[in-house]
C-alpha cells in the first residue's frame, strides 16, 4: 500500500477507533456512522453483523487490516458498477450485450472521434481475449483498467 493511502486509512481508522486500543468495536462503528450522519445510523444488531462479517480473525473487533480490506472492497464495488455503466453506454441500442465494432463507433462518434469501423475492430481486436470480434463486460474491464 502506498505511505499517502496507509497514513489516509490510519487516520481514519483512528475515528472510529475511540478508545485506541487497535480495534474497532460494534459500538465504536455504530457511534462514527451515527456521528457521520450516514443514512439515520445503524443499530447495534446491525453494527455487530457488520463488524461478523468484516472481522478476519472472528474476535468480535476490526483490526487495521480488517479495515482496510473494507475500503478498499468498497472502492472496488464502486469502479465495477461504474465500469458496468460505462459498458451498458457503448452497447445501448446496439441490440447485443457486447460492444461491436459498430457500436464502439456510435460511441465514439457521440464523444466527438471520429473512426471507421474497420479501427474500431482493431480497437476491439487488442482486447478481444476470446478472439469473437466483440467486447463482453469483462473483456471490456480488462481493457479500461489497463489503458488507466
Not at 489516509?8 to 456521528?35: A, T
Not at 443499530?43 to 462479517?53: D, S
Not at 458498477?81 to 456510435?106: H, N, Q, W
Request: hydrophobic residues 35%; aromatic residues 6%.
Amino acid at each position: 500500500m502506498e505511505k499517502q493511502h496507509q497514513e489516509l486509512y490510519s487516520r481514519v481508522f483512528s475515528r472510529f477507533d475511540e478508545d485506541g486500543d487497535g480495534r474497532i468495536s460494534p459500538d465504536e462503528l455504530r457511534r462514527c456512522i451515527e456521528s457521520m450522519g450516514c443514512g439515520g445510523g445503524m443499530t447495534e444488531a446491525e453494527a455487530e453483523e457488520a463488524v461478523a462479517l468484516m472481522d478476519s480473525d472472528k474476535d468480535g473487533l476490526l483490526c487495521f487490516d480488517d479495515f482496510v480490506r473494507v475500503v478498499d472492497g468498497v472502492g472496488e464495488e464502486e469502479r465495477d458498477s461504474d465500469l458496468k455503466g460505462a459498458f451498458e453506454m457503448y452497447v445501448e441500442g446496439s441490440g447485443f450485450d457486447c460492444i461491436t465494432p459498430k457500436s464502439l463507433r456510435r460511441m465514439l462518434s457521440r464523444l466527438g472521434e471520429r473512426r471507421t469501423v474497420d479501427q474500431c475492430r482493431s480497437m476491439i481486436e487488442a482486447f478481444d481475449l476470446n478472439g469473437d470480434g466483440v467486447l463482453d463486460l469483462n473483456e471490456f474491464k480488462v481493457m479500461m483498467t489497463k489503458s488507466h
